[in-house]
């Protein structure tokens, strides 16, 4: 079975699997076959949003593990880092998401690191657009020089640089002052400005730092239950 953690979005990106092991190793000593890896996963990422100052939230459990690994799937739905505004509204909306869910959940980028071969198309190849003068071009200008101090225009493809560069561990709104500064790392992140021709985007990014009741709705996409899915004995493999 190929794994999802070979898929184009998550190659040398995705990291952290020995803590969910942890977990899954002294949950099961306690309850055997009985809470799932996913719901490990729901656990933590709400404990790791409160941790860093974010909101916390209740999270839903139950779910079950997929009996399969959808290798096919995570290269077609998670969203490319340089994707189009047009792109990432019709993914979202294949999950049930609409636009506000989609400009809210992006926030998450308020944390994190991206490789450079995700960002290196925007500060060397995509043409931004700017709606807000020539302060605002000025600060863009000044934080492409930055990043192209980390990223060359060939090589050094799996250096890393933070989503938010003013406070990268930490989880708050920030996230959406840097894209409305033209300082977000990823396209996919700009482009909510930068090519949102009718404004419902742009409204959002204003309006929105957090919102918990999505980060619960981002967490029941596709969930399984009952007799769907499975609780793995490991977190790495399936067990049928």
């Known amino acids: 079975m190929t794994s999802e953690k070979l898929a184009g979005p998550n190659l040398n990106s995705l990291c952290g699997f020995e803590v969910i092991d942890k977990i899954k190793y002294l949950v099961k000593e306690e309850c055997p076959i009985t809470v799932s890896c996913v719901d490990i996963l729901a656990m933590a990422a709400r404990d790791v949003v409160e941790l860093r100052g974010g909101p916390r939230w209740d999270a839903l459990l139950g779910r079950k593990d997929a009996l399969e690994s959808s290798f096919s799937g995570a290269n077609i739905l998670i969203p490319a880092p340089n994707s189009s505004l047009e792109v990432l509204i019709d993914n979202f909306k294949q999950q049930g998401l609409d636009i506000e869910d989609l400009v809210t959940l992006s926030g998450s980028h308020t944390i994190g690191r991206a490789r450079c071969l995700s960002f290196r198309q925007r500060i060397y190849n995509a043409k931004e657009e700017y ?9 863009y200008t000044s934080f492409r020089r930055i990043l192209r101090s980390i990223c060359p225009v060939e090589g050094r493809d799996t250096k890393f640089a933070p989503l938010d560069f003013q406070t990268p561990k930490r989880f708050h709104n920030h996230y959406f ?40 709705k981002m967490g029941n996409i596709n969930v399984l239950t009952g007799n769907e899915g499975e609780i793995r004995r490991n977190c790495r493999f399936v067990d049928a």
């Open 131 to 139: 709606h807000y003068g020539y302060d605002h071009y000025k600060r």
């Open 177 to 216: 002052i840097n894209i409305l500064e033209g300082k977000g790392l990823l396209g996919s992140d700009n482009v909510l400005i930068s090519h949102d021709l009718d404004g419902k985007t742009t409204e959002q990014v204003w309006a929105y730092a957090s919102n918990e009741k999505l980060l619960i």
